[in-house]
């Protein structure tokens, strides 16, 4: 069982940046894959990010690359996502999720977060 909660979101102008964190209880938390998923109003819950289980694979959707980085810490039970240039589009709820990775494709999500909310301004 992996419990997660997402914090770091807020509100942030255009060509802002924010860190989204995700903190994972439990002890299985090293073997999963993390990913990043969003949801804007009216939308469909889409693919951001994701990083493999021991950090050394990251895999981003076109909409972010270049933009967002992810990385963990398998002792702290920590996942980031630093958000860098910042558009208006980005707006939506952020959720951290514990699941997998095959041929460096997410594949399954096991575990969800709440969320946490990023509101970018224009």
């Known amino acids: 069982q992996v419990q997660l909660v997402e914090s770091g979101g807020g509100l942030v102008q255009a060509g802002g940046s924010l860190r989204l964190s995700c903190a994972a209880s439990?002890?299985?938390?090293?073997?999963?894959?993390m990913g990043w998923f969003r949801q804007a109003p009216g939308k469909e819950r889409e693919f951001v990010a994701a990083?493999?289980?021991?950090?050394?694979?990251?895999v981003y959707a076109g909409s972010v690359k270049g933009r967002f980085t992810t990385s963990r810490d398998n002792y702290k039970n920590t996942v980031n996502l630093q958000m860098n240039s910042l558009k208006p589009e980005d707006t939506a709820v952020y959720y951290c999720?514990?699941?997998?990775?095959?041929?460096?494709?997410?594949?399954?999500?096991?575990?969800w977060g709440q969320g946490t909310q990023v509101t970018v301004s224009s």
């Open positions: 999720a514990a699941g997998h990775l095959r041929n460096s494709v997410w594949y399954r999500e096991d575990y």
């Open positions: 990083i493999s289980w021991s950090g050394d694979r990251n």
């Open positions: 439990g002890r299985t938390f090293r073997n999963y894959a």
